[in-house]
């Protein structure tokens, strides 16, 4: 949700600035502008926003020509929270003398309260956001301690703000001066060759360079062409406080953040030749599934036949005292029970997990929407672990059922896709998902990418706990290597069927999915899939659920899919029951095993799907899923990569 973007080097920023946000809609907005500093104190600064399309904005700044000239410049696409899409809610926000200029991801909490004290003072308002009155309390601040520095000021002025952020401002009388800083949202900052970027997302970064500074929360950053400095926004208000000239007072220490070395490539961000980003990435499975088991998932060197997995990151020895030495994956075998957070398409995949590890590694698991989880008052204890699931690792909620964890003594281990974002460092241990960027709002192979990361840490749990013998773990584990080449194998025919399967459904309003047992949470992901893209409203339901109140809506016209794989125990009763929606008009697609012939004249369509283990079959069904939804959201000239109303990060409560 919202994307920054900040420049300073000497290169003119408008063009660079444009392309940046073009890198970060996927996130989601409503409209765009820049801010740009033309290079001489005592001009105004120069801001152009619309709503709209970034297209929008581009065209604005082409017909502005010379008038948006400078090298140092601030952008942000928006996702309306306070006031609705419009050029003059759009950011960057100003001062009324347009000295001060702001962009801002994130929610002030307390916006009621300081615009009120604010406008009391004078100040006038011109836009319905939150954001505006960042510009006005910095000016206010500035205006009480005019001997102040500018990161001094910024600082001040954000202790005020109760709320998430991630800013970026510009200054009149500063032409070689940008300040970041964040709380609750991220900031990176981009190290280049005598330019520095400033970005919410690294997708916008790349291109410039692969050298990072992963802001921390509460660290303010200042940027000039010559180098940066990093600090606490607290250390930076207590150094001020220390002495009643502000200019006087010892700066604050900068604190050790090191640069990091980007994974990400611009290949990886780019469509490679597909239509949309989602299709690359659904197409792209086999490669991410490989990526995510490379290194953990090996035979062993004494007996070649044998499988081992290693996760790395939940075998060190945690550094707390109170650990006594013991890994997270020694914590979470002796567990009292694990407790799974997540949103979205990430819950989906933890409803798999505690299928997964209850069954193999026999230890107790909850589910929890985070967002109903934080606010409920758990009852977590010291020998519970908290797992957290994100593909970006930046879902507030989830974050926030983090901290909740950390205040009840509780480890906590993140799974997420995105390298150095807050829940990787948030949390005590954690797996990656090496998914690569997923661009595509609707998430793809980042769920499958956690369902077997999942499925890794459930096998080394059974057999950490010797619940597992070593002959059922290589069968587990050549099942989990074959996976992507049978993926590869099938993927052209199953393509060119869902093709033809989407255009009979195209024109639906509703849909249906069901699942038993393990197969429910890949219903209710294929619902999740088809309403996020197509706008058709669908709803998932385990297979014996549909007759507490579902099979009212089953009529002709209505299509219904039906995950039956034989494996399923329920299989037969599931079989039984997508005749009775046949004996209702309805029209079934049944996902089922390769060689299975038991719906032929049932069913309106049979996918037939690779054969592999139980636990193993999410990582295959949901694949035509995600096709489906595409291929019909294709029909309907959706807009795929970018639905609307979404985002593909929700970074604010």
Not at 174 to 181: Q, R, S, V
Not at 310 to 332: H, Q, V
Not at 370 to 378: D, G
Request: hydrophobic content about 40%.
């Amino acid at each position: 949700m919202c994307g920054i973007f900040a420049y300073i080097g000497d290169r003119q920023a408008a063009a660079l600035l444009i392309a940046a946000l073009k890198r970060l809609e996927y996130r989601g907005y409503d409209s765009a502008g820049i801010g740009i500093h033309g290079g001489e104190t005592g001009k105004p600064l120069k801001v152009r926003k619309k709503v709209g399309k970034v297209q929008n904005l581009d065209d604005d700044c082409a017909n502005a020509g010379d008038s948006i000239s400078g090298t140092l410049g601030i952008a942000h696409t928006r996702w309306a929270t306070h006031g609705k899409p419009s050029d003059v809610n759009s950011h960057p926000h100003t001062t009324a003398d347009k000295s001060i200029a702001v962009v801002h991801n994130g929610v002030v909490e307390n916006y009621q309260t300081l615009k009120k004290q604010l406008s009391n003072k004078g100040y006038k308002f011109v836009s319905e956001t939150d954001t505006e009155l960042l510009a006005h309390l910095v000016r206010d601040i500035r205006n009480d301690m005019p001997e102040a520095t500018w990161p001094q000021v910024v600082a001040t002025a954000l202790q005020h703000v109760e709320g998430a952020w991630g800013v970026a401002f510009l200054f009149e009388d500063e032409p070689d001066l940008m300040i970041g800083a964040r709380k609750g949202s991220p900031l990176i900052l981009g190290v280049g060759n005598g330019e520095y970027m400033l970005a919410s997302d690294a997708s916008a970064i790349v291109e410039h360079t692969k050298d990072v500074v992963y802001l921390r929360e509460g660290e303010l950053v200042e940027v000039h062409r010559s180098g940066y400095k990093v600090q606490e926004i607290q250390q930076i208000v207590h150094s001020l406080k220390e002495s009643l000239s502000p200019r006087s007072a010892r700066e604050g220490q900068s604190v050790e953040n090191p640069i990091v070395r980007l994974e990400l490539s611009l290949d990886q961000i780019e469509k490679a030749g597909y239509p949309h980003f989602m299709l690359k990435e659904i197409f792209d499975q086999p490669n991410s599934l490989r990526n995510g088991m490379r290194g953990r998932i090996y035979n062993r060197q004494d007996k070649p036949d044998s499988w081992q997995i290693k996760l790395g990151g939940l075998e060190k020895a945690l550094e707390a005292p109170e650990r006594e030495g013991k890994s997270a994956i020694d914590i979470m075998a002796s567990a009292r029970r694990l407790i799974i957070c997540a949103c979205g398409t990430s819950w989906h995949s933890g409803l798999i997990a505690k299928y997964v590890l209850e069954n193999l590694a026999k230890i107790p698991v909850e589910v929890e929407y985070a967002s109903e989880f934080r606010y409920r008052n758990p009852v977590i204890g010291k020998d519970d672990v908290i797992i957290a699931i994100s593909q970006s690792g930046e879902t507030a909620d989830t974050l926030e059922a983090i901290k909740m964890a950390k205040k009840n003594n509780a480890i906590t281990v993140g799974i997420v896709n995105v390298v150095g974002s807050s829940i990787a460092r948030e949390t005590d241990a954690g797996i990656y998902l090496h998914a690569g960027p997923e661009i595509g709002v609707a998430s793809t192979k980042a769920f499958t990418g956690q369902v077997i990361a999942l499925l890794m840490v459930a096998l080394r749990l059974a057999t950490e706990r010797g619940v597992m013998s070593d002959e059922v773990l290589d069968s587990y584990c050549e099942a989990l290597n074959a996976l992507p080449d049978k993926l590869e194998s099938w993927f052209k025919d199953l393509n060119d069927q869902i093709k033809v399967i989407s255009k009979y459904f195209r024109l639906a309003s509703n849909a249906l999915f069901s699942g038993c047992g393990i197969h429910f949470p890949v219903a209710l992901e294929g619902a999740l899939k088809l309403k996020e893209i197509s706008y058709i409203h669908a709803e998932g339901f385990p297979a014996a659920e549909i007759r507490h109140g579902a099979l009212t809506l089953i009529r002709n016209f209505v299509p219904v899919v039906c995950i039956a794989m034989k494996s399923d125990p329920a299989y037969e009763q599931v079989k039984a029951q997508i005749s009775e929606f046949r004996a209702k008009d309805a029209a079934v697609i049944v996902l089922t095993d390769q060689e299975n012939n038991d719906f032929n004249g049932i069913a309106s369509f049979v996918i037939r799907c690779p054969a592999t283990k139980l636990e193993l079959e999410p990582l295959i069904v949901a694949i035509p899923l995600q096709l489906l939804s595409y291929y019909i959201a294709d029909e309907r000239g959706c807009s795929i990569d970018q639905p609307r109303n979404l985002a593909k990060s929700v970074t604010v409560e």
